[in-house]
Nanobody, 124 residues
Framework: QVQLVESGGGLVHPGGSLRLSCVAS????????MSWYRQALRKERELVAD????????KYSDSVKGRFTVSRDDAKNTVYLEMNNLKPEDTAVYYC?????????????????WGQGTQVTVSS
């Protein structure tokens, strides 16, 4: 059974920091690219950061570049999002996403998995 379980969200003051974690199970974690998305109230879900399988390449949205850092620990099947200098506009539900290969009936298909999300609120 595939699971992505996020944790680490909460309430933080502007300028503060949080570290989100996403623990994966049920698939070959190291072969999957991992991403963090967020969805604010009444807005569409947006890509925040992603990290390639094996961790060689990272990308960030312009709104978080220089403040957020994505990393992964394949030994722990975990991806992290370190968030610094948080702003009220970072308030959202943050979701973990995995994209990678899955063997189905002798074929390899691309599979996508989502976590349930963790709330981040930045407010004074």
């Amino acid at each position: 059974q595939v699971q992505l379980v996020e944790s680490g969200g909460g309430l933080v003051h502007p300028g503060g920091s949080l570290r989100l974690s996403c623990v994966a199970s049920g698939f070959s974690f190291s072969t999957y690219a991992m991403s963090w998305y967020r969805q604010a109230l009444r807005k569409e879900r947006e890509l925040v950061a992603d990290i390639s399988s094996r961790g060689g390449i990272t990308k960030y949205s312009d709104s978080v570049k220089g403040r957020f850092t994505v990393s992964r620990d394949d030994a722990k099947n975990t991806v992290y999002l370190e968030m610094n200098n948080l702003k009220p506009e970072d308030t959202a539900v943050y979701y973990c996403n995995a994209v990678g290969p899955k063997a189905v009936g002798g074929y390899v298909v691309q599979s996508t998995y989502w976590g349930q999300g963790t709330q981040v609120t930045v407010s004074s």
